[in-house]
């Protein structure tokens, strides 16, 4: 038995008879019945929604037969908002900027124009004047390839196989992986590929940028159904999460503690003030490699106190930092020129 046709939303139904009556083609029930497929009931309901309640000016003329508008509607006004809501909408509009270059980037604008596309006949606002007050900015925004990404999202959406060349960070050629992708996940301005790699038969990370000569196999499979994104990088700091079980905590001094409490660091984050004006922070996570370099960034503003295995890694960070620093600097030597015929 076949399954019945599901008929369209009524919200692009009317979206749908407002384009034909913008255009000036004459409509008639007869003629929505057929395309919308629904009834003459709901047409006549839909209709007059419009007209009554969005106040379209839907007249009908029975001497044709046919619906029209009296004057021109160049948009529809299907979103009523409030201040806050229109600053809720500048802020978003501003953080597709943020977007640039990354493969959604004119997906988001298009996204934001048919949200805000409603909203002209009711509320108009100046970029020069209200967008100037939000601004985005995220240093060292990744970049991706928009032929690995689509290649990989398709093959996330429909659980098919991939397999491509994957470069790990300082190797200067990449090596075949064949990998079951379960998750694109967006982290720390740069884009990561969760998968099952077939050949370790383990799930591992890949960041897009270094994923180049993507094939995508035939062959599917079923993600698991206990996997998680957010239960991946639950012990993550950021992406890289781990087997371990580390207690973190780290002293950060008064001159940076207000900048530490305004931030949510991780999910499992402790904060205790100190008497000095300080703060220590605790988080217990996977692997270390990303908070060393986090704790590093704050310079003599932050000590590790726990693990120890930590503190040794910060402790022979610093020491080979400081011996760099100490030498004396070289300086460039200039390219040689070469002679003159």
């Known amino acids: 038995m076949l399954a019945p046709k599901l008929s369209r939303p009524p919200l692009e139904r009317m979206l749908r008879i407002h384009e034909e009556l913008r255009r000036g083609t004459p409509i008639n029930c007869t003629h929505l019945v057929r395309d919308l497929e629904v009834s ?14 969005l106040d379209l000016p839907i007249e009908y003329n029975p001497q044709v037969n046919a619906y029209y508008y009296t004057h021109p509607v160049n948009a529809f006004p299907a979103v009523q908002v409030t201040e806050g809501e229109l600053m809720a909408l ?10 640039q270059g990354t493969p959604f980037h004119r997906q988001l604008e298009i996204a934001f124009d048919k949200l805000t596309g409603g909203l002209k006949d009711r509320i108009s606002f ?3 004047d209200e967008l100037s007050s939000v601004s985005f900015k995220n240093m060292g925004l990744g970049k991706a390839d928009l032929t690995v990404f689509n290649a990989l999202s398709a093959a996330v959406l429909k659980q098919q196989e991939v397999s491509f060349d994957y470069r ?13 992708p379960y998750h694109l996940s967006h982290r720390q301005n740069l884009w990561y590929l969760i998968g099952h790699d077939t050949e370790r038969a383990a799930l591992r990370t890949f960041a897009l940028p270094r994923i180049a000569a993507v094939r995508v196999s035939t062959a599917t ?4 159904q206990d996997f998680s994104p957010e239960k991946f990088f639950a012990n993550a700091l950021g992406v890289l999460g ?13 001159r940076v503690a207000d900048r ?5 660091w991780h999910d499992t984050q402790a904060l205790n003030a100190l008497p000095d004006g300080g703060v220590v922070l605790t988080l217990q996570l996977g692997a270390l490699p990303e908070v060393e370099s986090w704790v590093l960034s704050w310079g003599d503003d932050a000590e590790v106190l726990a693990p120890k295995e930590l503190r040794q890694r910060i402790r022979k960070t610093a020491t080979a930092l400081a011996a760099r620093y100490h030498r004396k600097r070289r300086t460039p030597s200039k390219p040689r020129r070469s002679p003159r015929h």
């Open 260 to 264: 530490v409490r305004e931030r949510v």
């Open 221 to 224: 499979f079923v993600r698991p």
């Open 168 to 180: 790990k960070p300082g190797d200067a050629r990449g090596t075949r992986r064949h990998v079951q």
């Open 126 to 128: 100046s970029p020069t």
């Open 40 to 53: 003459r009931k709901t047409i006549v309901r839909d209709i007059a929604f419009m007209r009554d309640r």
């Open 90 to 99: 500048l802020v978003a509009r501003r953080a597709v900027e943020q977007y």
């Open 242 to 254: 781990g087997s371990k079980d580390y207690h973190v905590q780290i002293r950060f001094s008064a």
